[in-house]
């Protein structure tokens, strides 16, 4: 892992994957776990398509993706398989860009350079959807860039990104706070030593808030030009993003869709909204208990978006499961790592099989392929509740080997 | 009173403590009693299986689907039409004498369609599988088009020229009855789907290449025409097989691609219906009732009174049943023809006419096939997902889900256990030296101290024990590629030898290569056998419900051989890294027998492997990929545990 062959090696395959035609790679882009109807790749080319023929692409309710990219795709770059490299091998630069800043090598590199790098190219959760061509990879690569920047203190450039972030997609407005956090403090773990939150000032907190509100501002006005002036990008990207306004009710990974499938239409604003708001009861618990280290606070608020996202794509667990690798100190006090590990086992080969029964094969119903996503949704729990408490574990430290036995480590 | 009083008094702040002695007490009792539990889960999932046909288990069959109202109709099949099916076995029976070819029955059946006023037409095909081996037919099909809807809808009745199952070779009498039955259903009405004829030929690729082209799924190995008429949705499909003379009873084959069965509301339908409407009992495939024949192969040896025992004769009768079931089903072929609608959402069955002297014929089954014709035609909505998943113990009998599943599941979840167990096992290391002593100055009695065990907890390297898992399945994968390349069945004896050879051989080798781990970590071998089995479990799991029979194969063949690959116990034997490495003869026997298992039927199962393969190829059955990357791979994980010094 060590060679300084290992990186390069790993990038090039990633690039040669864009080029070379695989088999089983074109139904990947149909399929339900990998893409979503906010990031699939068939809607992004017939909202390109629309766009270029001069009719209004988010009319009509086929296409989601935000103004931003497809601006980027009609103009700068064609959507081609090499762009989703790209991103990936961004994304992966941004996390070996995380780690090094948290573990304070400003020079040279640090032994687990490969190791954070592979970990971010070969994990199938998001290998997969980056093959599928979804543009959630664009995502969580927006998203390791804010926390690469804010990590590295430029503030202006990380309160860009994150603005970004939030037009790409919606839901990721639940790690503003820790990113602000980020800024005012440092990456640098302080897990084992909690204190209290320790930032310059209100008045530069303030600054940054508004800094990222005319970013946003200015994202928001430049969308609406590239979307022809009109608003409706707004309820087809953000409003459906969220679910919050007649959900599209096409089955995925998360735990959304079939609570809605079986609904009456009379209860649905109520738990739309019960939904939505549950997102955000998180930020605020989260933020407080882990002030100490905010970039720890948004790994746990990844993680809960990978669970509890609506319309989840294995991207979003994916990026979670990738973030583990920069907290190498919490490793030790994991409690049931093998049990998640186990539970993700499970859950991916469930969710294709199950899918195929009630889709393809038409021998079970919708009740199978939401039991394999209850798994996943399990899974997804697991790791952040394992990840959550192992970050306050960390605190009491390993106790010695004679005491031991005199005490009792309890959970409240 | 004070008593009590006190006990109620007892201080709060303790209810958390004793709550968390409970828990670590009843963690302690579970890890204590691991050997038991996993011992206990797998022979109760054993012990189930061995129960699954006993008559207890099984329930009577039902229709669930309201709709179908089987045997419900007056037939109007009678014995003009039946020598009408007797004119075309004449002329089929002239068509088989003179060796005539695919294309002219083919011609001659769509001649005999379009003569009937249906638009009827030939398709073409041929395959072509790796070894360059070419499987090519011609296809006869019509379609009638339904006189009170739109034909968005279809049902398809098929017959192949091949009858696999009969002594006789040729399906005629299948296909004769299929043209009768085109030309009398044409004069009625009532129709509301489209119903379409196929006669395939061959057995099962020309049905396959037909339903391929229906769809518009043509894979890459296959070159077909494409179809002239179309019709809808096909909803259901009878597949007829009629060989012989005349049948006694008519037997149902239901298995269909990768373990898919049809939806069970169809066979009861017909099984009423053959009852009531046409006065033949229905079977299972080709076997016959205890009373009817007693075949007794498996009573043969018993004593005199459980060969004269009803229940044993039963007994015997269900197995009998659910062993052939499992043959089709864990292989993933299909049983007949009808297995190939599957891949396509069609529910389909096979009626076997089973050869007898009499007293049955084309009369029956002719009113047979039209009240189910009828019964199909009435429904309005796909039949319920929750009829998909049983096993047929007889015509009559069934179990549902919940009464087999477990078995398998008891099994993959004692393995789990096992393995997680092992995992926890792993972490902790019985140090052999003494400690520094200053954390034991409050030691009164330094002996006492001593003699108590030292668990200290230690590294688990996962990486290396998982690139051996990857490794080994690569491999598999890599292996499965060559058994598909053209050369290897051309010299198939040499070239499975060598694969054997190296397949075995090559993880041995690599494994010893592998750096002997630091004592303070944990050995290799424990980490692997722990992976080894949670992803085995998983893999049980995950199958039994997609396919049972191959889970319970799975269960059986994988079960003992992965508990038993390292031969400690978490509590017996914690870890003693001078216990085994003098019985390194004993290690190699034993990894030859693991490798046997995993490769073995490389060399004495050719065949097989011959079938498979052309299953795989031809009509896309997922049976011999699993063997080779999943299946084995495992099993030779188990043989690299028991060949690692542990």
Same mark, same amino acid.
């Given at each position: 892992?060590?060679?300084?062959?290992?990186?390069?090696?790993?990038?090039?395959?990633?690039?040669?994957?864009?080029?070379?035609?695989?088999?089983?790679?074109?139904?990947?882009?149909?399929?339900?776990?990998?893409?979503?109807?906010?990031?699939?790749?068939?809607?992004?080319?017939?909202?390109?398509?629309?766009?270029?023929?001069?009719?209004?692409?988010?009319?009509?309710?086929?296409?989601?993706?935000?103004?931003?990219?497809?601006?980027?795709?009609?103009?700068?770059?064609?959507?081609?398989?090499?762009?989703?490299?790209?991103?990936?091998?961004?994304?992966?630069?941004?996390?070996?860009?995380?780690?090094?800043?948290?573990?304070?090598?400003?020079?040279?590199?640090?032994?687990?350079?490969?190791?954070?790098?592979?970990?971010?190219?070969?994990?199938?959760?998001?290998?997969?959807?980056?093959?599928?061509?979804?543009?959630?990879?664009?995502?969580?690569?927006?998203?390791?860039?804010?926390?690469?920047?804010?990590?590295? =203190?430029?503030?202006?450039?990380?309160?860009?990104?994150?603005?970004?972030?939030?037009?790409?997609?919606?839901?990721?407005?639940?790690?503003?706070?820790?990113?602000?956090?980020?800024?005012?403090?440092?990456?640098?773990?302080?897990?084992?030593?909690?204190?209290?939150?320790? =930032?310059?000032?209100?008045?530069?907190?303030?600054?940054?808030?508004?800094?990222?509100?005319?970013?946003?501002?200015?994202?928001?006005?430049?969308?609406?030009?590239?979307?022809?002036?009109?608003?409706?990008?707004?309820?087809?990207?953000?409003?459906?993003?969220?679910?919050?306004?007649?959900?599209?009710?096409?089955?995925?990974?998360?735990?959304?869709?079939?609570?809605?499938?079986?609904?009456?239409?009379?209860?649905?604003?109520?738990?739309?909204?019960?939904?939505?708001?549950?997102?955000?009861?998180?930020?605020?618990?989260?933020?407080?208990?882990?002030?100490?280290?905010?970039?720890?606070?948004?790994?746990?608020?990844? =993680?809960?978006?990978?669970?509890?996202?609506?319309?989840?794509?294995?991207?979003?667990?994916?990026?979670?499961?990738?973030?583990?690798?920069?907290?190498?100190?919490?490793?030790?006090?994991?409690?049931?790592?093998?049990?998640?590990?186990?539970?993700?086992?499970?859950?991916?080969?469930?969710?294709?099989?199950?899918?195929?029964?009630?889709?393809?094969?038409?021998?079970?119903?919708?009740?199978?392929?939401?039991?394999?996503?209850?798994?996943?949704?399990?899974?997804?729990?697991?790791?952040?509740?394992?990840?959550?408490?192992?970050?306050?574990?960390?605190?009491?430290?390993?106790?010695?080997? =004679?005491?031991?036995?005199?005490?009792?480590?309890?959970?409240? | 009173?004070?008593?009590?009083?006190?006990?109620?008094?007892?201080?709060?702040?303790?209810?958390?403590?004793?709550?968390?002695?409970?828990?670590?007490?009843?963690?302690?009792?579970?890890?204590?009693?691991?050997?038991?539990?996993?011992?206990?889960?797998?022979?109760?999932?054993?012990?189930?299986?061995?129960?699954?046909?006993?008559?207890?288990?099984?329930?009577?069959?039902?229709?669930? %689907?309201?709709?179908?109202?089987?045997?419900?109709?007056?037939?109007?099949?009678?014995?003009?039409?039946?020598?009408?099916?007797?004119?075309?076995?004449?002329?089929?029976?002239?068509?088989?004498?003179?060796?005539?070819?695919?294309?002219?029955?083919?011609?001659?059946?769509?001649? *005999?369609?379009?003569?009937?006023?249906?638009?009827?037409?030939?398709?073409?095909?041929?395959?072509?599988?790796?070894?360059?081996?070419?499987?090519?037919?011609?296809?006869?099909?019509?379609?009638?088009?339904?006189?009170?809807?739109?034909?968005? *809808?279809?049902?398809?009745?098929?017959?192949?020229?091949?009858?696999?199952?009969?002594?006789?070779?040729?399906?005629?009498?299948?296909?004769?009855?299929?043209?009768? @039955?085109?030309?009398?259903?044409?004069?009625?009405?009532?129709?509301?789907?489209?119903?379409? /004829?196929?006669?395939?030929?061959?057995?099962?690729?020309?049905?396959?290449?037909?339903?391929?082209?229906?769809?518009?799924?043509?894979?890459?190995?296959?070159?077909?025409?494409?179809?002239e008429h179309t019709s809808g949705v096909i909803w259901n499909a009878l597949t007829i097989d009629y060989s012989g003379h005349s049948f006694s009873h008519l037997g149902v084959f239901f298995e269909g691609l990768n373990g898919r069965l049809s939806n069970q509301d169809l066979i009861n339908s017909v099984r009423l219906i053959s009852h009531y409407t046409g006065g033949v009992p229905l079977v299972l495939y080709d076997h016959l009732d205890a009373h009817d024949a007693?075949?007794?192969?498996? #009573?043969?040896?018993?004593?005199?009174?459980?060969?004269?025992?009803?229940?044993?004769?039963?007994? %015997?009768?269900?197995?009998?049943?659910?062993?052939?079931?499992?043959?089709?089903?864990?292989?993933?072929?299909?049983?007949?023809?009808?297995?190939?609608?599957?891949?396509?959402?069609?529910?389909?069955?096979? #009626?076997?006419?089973?050869?007898?002297?009499?007293?049955?014929?084309? /009369?029956? #089954?002719?009113?047979?096939?039209?009240?189910?014709?009828?019964?199909?035609?009435?429904?309005?909505?796909?039949?319920?997902?929750?009829?998909?998943?049983?096993?047929?113990?007889?015509?009559?009998?069934?179990?549902?889900?919940?009464?087999?599943?477990?078995?398998?599941?008891?099994?993959?979840?004692?393995?789990?256990?096992?393995?997680?167990?092992?995992?926890?096992?792993?972490?902790?290391?019985k140090g052999t030296e003494r400690v520094s002593t200053d954390l034991d100055d409050k030691a009164k009695d330094p002996d006492v101290r001593r003699a108590r065990p030292r668990w200290r907890p230690r590294r688990r390297p996962v990486l290396p024990a998982l690139v051996v898992v990857l490794a080994t399945h690569a491999a598999g994968l890599l292996a499965f590629n060559l058994i598909t390349t053209p050369w290897f069945p051309q010299n198939q004896i040499t070239s499975?030898?060598?694969?054997?050879?190296?397949?075995?051989?090559?993880?041995?080798?690599?494994?010893?290569?592998?750096?002997?781990?630091?004592? *303070?970590?944990?050995?290799?071998?424990?980490?692997?056998?722990?992976?080894?089995?949670?992803?085995?479990?998983?893999?049980?799991?995950?199958?039994?419900?997609?396919?049972?029979?191959?889970?319970?194969?799975?269960?059986?063949? @994988?079960?003992?051989?992965?508990?038993?690959?390292?031969?400690?116990?978490?509590?017996?034997?914690?870890?003693?890294? #001078?216990?085994?490495?003098?019985?390194?003869?004993?290690?190699?026997?034993?990894?030859?027998?693991?490798?046997?298992?995993?490769?073995?039927?490389?060399?004495?199962?050719?065949?097989?492997?011959?079938?498979?393969?052309?299953? &795989? *190829?031809?009509?896309?059955? &997922?049976?011999?990929?699993?063997?080779?990357?999943?299946?084995?791979?495992?099993? @030779?994980?188990?043989?690299?545990?028991?060949?690692c010094p542990s």
């Amino acid at each position: 892992m060590e060679s300084s062959w290992f990186l390069p090696l790993l990038v090039s395959c990633r690039l040669l994957l864009a080029f070379t035609p695989i088999p089983f790679t074109s139904g990947l882009q149909y399929d339900h776990q990998l893409s979503s109807p906010l990031t699939s790749y068939s809607r992004l080319k017939e909202g390109l398509w629309l766009y270029r023929h001069d009719v209004d692409p988010y009319v009509g309710g086929v296409f989601r993706h935000s103004p931003l990219l497809l601006s980027l795709f009609s103009t700068v770059l064609p959507p081609l398989p090499v762009v989703w490299a790209m991103s990936d091998i961004t994304g992966a630069w941004a996390l070996l860009r995380i780690w090094r800043a948290r573990q304070r090598v400003r020079k040279g590199s640090s032994s687990r350079d490969s190791l954070v790098a592979a970990v971010y190219l070969l994990n199938p959760y998001l290998l997969l959807p980056s093959l599928a061509l979804s543009t959630s990879t664009f995502e969580n690569t927006v998203v390791l860039l804010t926390f690469m920047l804010a990590s590295e =203190g430029k503030q202006s450039p990380a309160l860009l990104a994150l603005a970004l972030s939030t037009h790409l997609s919606i839901s990721t407005f639940i790690i503003v706070l820790p990113v602000l956090m980020l800024l005012l403090t440092s990456p640098v773990s302080q897990l084992a030593s909690p204190r209290p939150f320790v =930032g310059t000032s209100v008045r530069s907190a303030g600054k940054y808030a508004s800094e990222f509100v005319a970013y946003w501002l200015v994202l928001f006005g430049a969308a609406s030009v590239m979307a022809g002036g009109r608003w409706g990008w707004v309820r087809e990207t953000w409003v459906q993003g969220l679910y919050l306004d007649s959900p599209g009710l096409d089955p995925n990974a998360g735990l959304w869709w079939y609570f809605f499938t079986e609904m009456f239409d009379h209860f649905r604003p109520f738990f739309l909204m019960v939904f939505s708001v549950h997102l955000m009861i998180y930020i605020l618990p989260i933020c407080i208990k882990f002030q100490h280290d905010p970039l720890y606070a948004s790994f746990l608020l990844v =993680g809960i978006l990978g669970t509890f996202k609506a319309y989840l794509t294995l991207a979003d667990p994916g990026l979670f499961l990738s973030m583990f690798v920069l907290f190498p100190e919490v490793y030790p006090y994991l409690r049931h790592p093998i049990v998640t590990t186990l539970l993700h086992v499970h859950a991916s080969p469930l969710l294709p099989l199950f899918h195929a029964l009630w889709v393809t094969e038409g021998r079970g119903n919708a009740n199978f392929y939401y039991a394999a996503s209850l798994v996943m949704g399990v899974a997804g729990g697991a790791g952040v509740v394992d990840a959550c408490f192992a970050g306050m574990r960390i605190a009491i430290g390993d106790i010695a080997e =004679g005491e031991r036995s005199k005490w009792e480590v309890m959970q409240e | 009173m004070e008593r009590i009083i006190a006990l109620l008094r007892r201080p709060r702040q303790n209810a958390n403590v004793a709550r968390l002695r409970r828990r670590k007490n009843a963690a302690e009792l579970v890890f204590r009693n691991l050997s038991k539990i996993t011992t206990a889960l797998v022979a109760v999932g054993y012990l189930w299986m061995i129960l699954i046909p006993i008559p207890p288990l099984s329930q009577p069959v039902y229709i669930d %689907e309201n709709a179908l109202q089987p045997a419900q109709v007056n037939t109007n099949w009678n014995w003009q039409h039946v020598r009408q099916a007797d004119t075309y076995l004449n002329h089929l029976e002239g068509l088989r004498d003179r060796n005539a070819t695919s294309e002219q029955r083919a011609q001659f059946i769509r001649d *005999e369609f379009t003569k009937l006023g249906l638009s009827a037409a030939t398709q073409n095909y041929t395959f072509t599988t790796s070894s360059g081996q070419r499987v090519s037919g011609v296809n006869a099909y019509a379609i009638m088009a339904s006189p009170r809807a739109s034909g968005s *809808e279809a049902i398809v009745i098929s017959a192949s020229w091949l009858s696999e199952v009969g002594e006789e070779l040729y399906n005629l009498r299948g296909i004769s009855i299929v043209l009768a @039955l085109a030309s009398f259903l044409k004069s009625y009405s009532l129709w509301a789907k489209d119903i379409v /004829f196929v006669i395939g030929d061959n057995y099962f690729d020309g049905i396959h290449a037909w339903l391929n082209a229906y769809h518009g799924t043509i894979p890459p190995n296959l070159d077909t025409d494409l179809l002239e008429h179309t019709s809808g949705v096909i909803w259901n499909a009878l597949t007829i097989d009629y060989s012989g003379h005349s049948f006694s009873h008519l037997g149902v084959f239901f298995e269909g691609l990768n373990g898919r069965l049809s939806n069970q509301d169809l066979i009861n339908s017909v099984r009423l219906i053959s009852h009531y409407t046409g006065g033949v009992p229905l079977v299972l495939y080709d076997h016959l009732d205890a009373h009817d024949a007693p075949q007794s192969s498996l #009573l043969a040896k018993a004593p005199e009174f459980m060969r004269r025992s009803p229940q044993f004769r039963e007994f %015997e009768f269900r197995v009998r049943n659910v062993k052939r079931h499992v043959s089709y089903q864990a292989r993933g072929r299909p049983s007949g023809a009808h297995g190939l609608f599957h891949r396509f959402r069609i529910d389909a069955i096979t #009626l076997y006419a089973v050869p007898a002297v009499g007293p049955h014929g084309f /009369f029956a #089954l002719g009113r047979i096939i039209e009240s189910t014709l009828r019964t199909s035609n009435n429904l309005l909505e796909r039949l319920h997902a929750s009829f998909f998943f049983y096993i047929l113990t007889s015509s009559g009998t069934f179990m549902k889900i919940g009464m087999f599943l477990p078995s398998a599941v008891l099994v993959g979840v004692g393995m789990m256990f096992w393995g997680l167990g092992t995992w926890v096992e792993a972490g902790w290391w019985k140090g052999t030296e003494r400690v520094s002593t200053d954390l034991d100055d409050k030691a009164k009695d330094p002996d006492v101290r001593r003699a108590r065990p030292r668990w200290r907890p230690r590294r688990r390297p996962v990486l290396p024990a998982l690139v051996v898992v990857l490794a080994t399945h690569a491999a598999g994968l890599l292996a499965f590629n060559l058994i598909t390349t053209p050369w290897f069945p051309q010299n198939q004896i040499t070239s499975s030898s060598i694969l054997f050879v190296v397949l075995s051989l090559l993880p041995a080798v690599l494994i010893t290569l592998a750096p002997s781990h630091p004592p *303070e970590a944990a050995p290799i071998s424990m980490l692997l056998q722990s992976f080894n089995l949670c992803l085995a479990s998983t893999v049980i799991s995950i199958t039994s419900l997609l396919n049972f029979s191959l889970a319970a194969m799975l269960a059986i063949t @994988l079960g003992i051989p992965l508990l038993r690959s390292r031969i400690s116990s978490p509590q017996q034997t914690p870890f003693q890294p #001078l216990q085994s490495p003098s019985r390194t003869p004993a290690r190699l026997v034993a990894y030859a027998a693991y490798s046997m298992l995993a490769w073995g039927w490389l060399l004495f199962l050719p065949s097989e492997v011959e079938k498979a393969v052309w299953n &795989w *190829e031809v009509l896309g059955v &997922w049976f011999a990929p699993f063997v080779c990357i999943v299946y084995a791979p495992l099993v @030779l994980q188990a043989g690299l545990v028991r060949l690692c010094p542990s």
